[in-house]
């Protein structure tokens, strides 16, 4: 598996390529306020609007931290969502 580890300090994602990482993902899981929310492709996939408002902040930029692994797409952190990202069996086709 490649790991790559980016700093978004030098190298911010705009919220063009922040989406495009939304619409590439089959699966995704995003921890907001105490709340984790999960959608997938061909299930409940998630919106455009709603990949804005969980993906991007306000200055424009992709919301850290992110984890990318085949087809899955993690925004937040909490040990159990990790657990579940890394347990998990990685698809194909998504950048990562």
Do not use: Q
Not at 41 to 67: K, M, Q, T
Request: charged share 35%; with cysteine; glycine share 8%.
């Amino acid at each position: 598996m490649v790991c790559d580890s980016v700093s978004v300090d030098r190298s911010p994602v705009p919220r063009a390529e922040a989406l495009e990482l939304a619409s590439r993902a089959r699966r995704l899981i995003v921890k907001v306020g105490k709340d984790t929310l999960r959608f997938e492709a061909g299930r409940n996939r998630i919106s455009r609007e709603e990949a804005d408002r969980y993906l991007v902040h306000e200055d424009g930029f992709l919301r850290v931290p992110v984890l990318v692994m085949g087809d899955l797409l993690v925004r937040g952190f909490t040990r159990e969502i990790y657990r579940e990202a890394l347990d998990a069996p990685t698809g194909r086709g998504a950048a990562g």
